[in-house]
């Protein structure tokens, strides 16, 4: 089945660093989304990628969607305490008529002030 | 506007018991899903439904039935808890199949002795 790897799984770093983590997959994805989980919280959408090598920014946050349309890779800039969280890649299928998503594992991103 | 809300918060099971988690979404969107999220998988779909009345099932449906009889409502249980099924659930729901964001709830941490 579908399925999107992470990497890393986790991250420790200072705050004020920036952040680069990736998602790939063995299949095409035509879109490419980025959750955040805050602690205690459900996922929360970040950025939508739709296009092939498109790049989007949310605030501090840029992701950009892969030209081979397998990968995805969020960065984060001169990080702060409030981005300590979970940061899930996501990309929707069709199956049966029925539109879901498939979750990267997640990278733990933990930030020592 | 609530979005998307979830009872209980937290629930502790023997196993064998039994019990039901409930969904509830104020969007009046057509698609909802319950995902279980365990330590370093990511989330995985248990069960969705495309509308009120109709249920299908997701990546890991052994142990747990759904029940979508009124559209903002969507039931998750578990008829014999088992430690298997000790992870935190959460409920999302899409207002159609070509809207990729999914909203997600704050998560019921189940833990099954």
């Known amino acids: 089945g579908q399925q999107l790897n992470q990497s890393p799984q986790s991250m420790f770093i200072q705050e004020g660093e920036d952040v680069s983590m990736n998602c790939t997959s063995s299949?095409?994805?035509?879109?490419w989304l980025w959750y955040k989980q805050d602690p205690g919280e459900g996922p929360v959408l970040l950025i939508a990628?739709?296009?092939?090598?498109e790049l989007t920014s949310n605030g501090r946050l840029t992701a950009q969607f892969g030209i081979t349309r397998k990968d995805s890779f969020l960065n984060i800039s001169a990080s702060i305490p409030s981005d300590v969280g979970i940061y899930f890649c996501?990309?929707?299928?069709?199956?049966?008529?029925?539109?879901?998503?498939?979750f990267g594992q997640g990278t733990r991103l933990t930030i020592n002030p | 506007n609530a979005g998307v809300t979830q009872t209980p918060k937290f629930r502790v099971l023997k196993t064998g018991q039994s019990m039901t988690l409930l969904c509830a979404q104020d969007?009046?969107?057509?698609?909802m899903y319950w995902y279980r999220q365990d330590p370093g998988m990511g989330l995985r779909l248990i069960h969705y439904s495309v509308g009120e009345g109709t249920t299908a099932k997701g990546e890991v449906p052994d142990g747990y039935n759904v029940s979508r009889l009124k559209k903002q409502n969507f039931l998750l249980g578990l008829e014999s808890a088992a430690p298997s099924q000790t992870s935190v659930y959460f409920c999302?729901?899409?207002?159609?199949?070509?809207?990729?964001?999914?909203?997600f709830g704050p998560g019921t941490r189940l833990t099954v002795l």
């Open positions: 990628l739709y296009k092939a090598g």
């Open positions: 996501a990309g929707p299928y069709l199956i049966q008529g029925a539109q879901k998503l498939v």
């Open positions: 999302a729901s899409t207002p159609s199949w070509v809207t990729d964001t999914q909203y």
């Open positions: 969007m009046n969107h057509e698609y």
């Open positions: 299949s095409i994805f035509n879109t």
